[in-house]
Each structure stands twice: as C-alpha cells, then as structure tokens.
C-alpha cells in the first residue's frame, strides 16, 4: 500500500530558528513529490514541486530535498517568522495502473512564536 | 488570474439527504480532482476529470459521484449523506492531467452533516 508519514505530527519553535520537517513514503517508484502549506479553516497552497528526476527545489527561504531511494523528503525552513505558522502537507503522485494517484500525509502542524 | 472557485463555502445537511458541491478551475485548466479532508483520515483523493471524462477514482462509496462539463467547471454529489460525510471538500485543478503537474487548490466547501 502506498502512505505517506509525517513526522512529528506538531511543531513549535521560536522566531528565527531553522527547521526541518519530514516525510516518508512507502514506495520509490514516484512520479514527483509536493509540499504544501494550509492556514486554518482555508485551501492548499503549493510551495514545491520535486520530480522524481530531481534531489531538491528552492523557493525563498524554503527548501526541499528528495532522496527516492531511501523514500524520504525533507522541507527546510532557514529563519522561521510566525507568519509561516501553518500545517505543512507533503504529497506523493504514485503511479496507479495506468494512471497516477496524489497521496497525502497527514500533515505537520508549525507553530513559530514571536 | 482568477484562482480555483468553489460554491457554496459551507453548508449544512440532514442524514439521507443529498447534496451537489461545485468547482470552477483556473482558466484554461482542463482537470479537476476533488479531495475530502477529515480531522482522522486527513486528505483523501476522491476522483479527477480530465475532458469531461473520469480519469482516476479513489476508494469512496458510489454515493460519491461526479462530473466535469465541457467549461471544465465540476461538480460532486454525494447522495444519502451520512454523519461520517462531514468535511472539507478540496478541488485543486492543473492545466492538463498527468504526473508532471502542480495542482491548485480552492478555498474548500465545509460541509456538515447533522
């Protein structure tokens, strides 16, 4: 079966730190790999997008790194503010017969403190 | 350019009745995948369209069906609702179908089941 965990489920840090936030997946036969960001009671937004050709992705003070073989990513945040307090949401596009499937995990929930 | 649409924002329903969920994607988007997201189970897919045909389906009940005109706007319906149906209901929508692309999401319909 084809999962995504998150690990840890929650987070809190203070201002300015950096973190690290982790995903694992079942299955090394990807398509791509995406981090997303939910704010309370509101839709997804995409913050990076790894193929599975690619080891990582930069956007800002976001990074992303994919390593296929071992079923891991991670998503670096370098100077945390309290704006980015969010739920981080990694998903996983697996192949599925002769189509593709996107997989979530169930997310880890950031808190940054001022 | 306008962002994923989704009507209505919320809404309230008794067990047993029906209800009828719809998504306008980004101009020029021809797919659309609708996501339910739940507190347990997190995000879980329920199915994409691409050209007005089901391209993909995950494993909800047949009491969850679509479909995509030819606008590419969507709509799900979800028959003889049950508590257990109480979510938020996602719609992401991508230029084309297939394992490459980045998905954007609408602000979601809560949806609670009394």
């Known amino acids: 079966k084809q999962e995504v965990t998150q690990i840890p489920a929650a987070l809190s840090v203070p201002e300015g730190e950096n973190l690290v936030l982790n995903c694992s997946f079942t299955?090394?036969?990807?398509?791509?790999l995406q981090w997303f960001r939910q704010d309370p009671g509101k839709g997804l937004t995409s913050l990076l997008l790894i193929q599975s050709s690619q080891r990582e992705q930069t956007s800002g003070r976001l990074n992303a790194s994919l390593d296929k073989s071992s079923g891991r990513s991670t998503l670096y945040i370098a100077a945390s503010q309290p704006g980015d307090s969010a739920t981080y949401l990694c998903?996983?596009?697996?192949?599925?017969?002769?189509?593709?499937?996107?997989?979530f995990g169930k997310g880890t929930k950031l808190t940054v403190n001022p | 350019k306008a962002g994923v649409t989704q009507t209505p924002r919320y809404l309230i329903k008794t067990r047993g009745q029906q209800v009828t969920l719809s998504c306008s994607p980004i101009s020029g988007h021809r797919s659309v995948s609708w996501y339910q997201q739940t507190p347990g189970q997190g995000l879980q897919f329920l199915f994409e369209y691409f050209s007005e045909t089901q391209r993909n389906k995950g494993n909800f009940p047949g009491r969850f069906s679509g479909r995509q005109f030819s606008n590419s706007r969507s709509e799900m319906n979800v028959s003889t609702l049950e508590l257990g149906d109480s979510a938020l209901y996602l719609c992401?929508?991508?230029?084309?179908?297939?394992?490459?692309?980045?998905?954007?999401f609408g602000p979601g319909t809560r949806l609670l089941v009394l």
């Open positions: 299955d090394s036969a990807i398509y791509n």
């Open positions: 992401a929508s991508s230029p084309v179908t297939g394992r490459g692309e980045t998905q954007y």
């Open positions: 998903a996983v596009r697996f192949p599925q017969g002769g189509s593709e499937k996107l997989v």
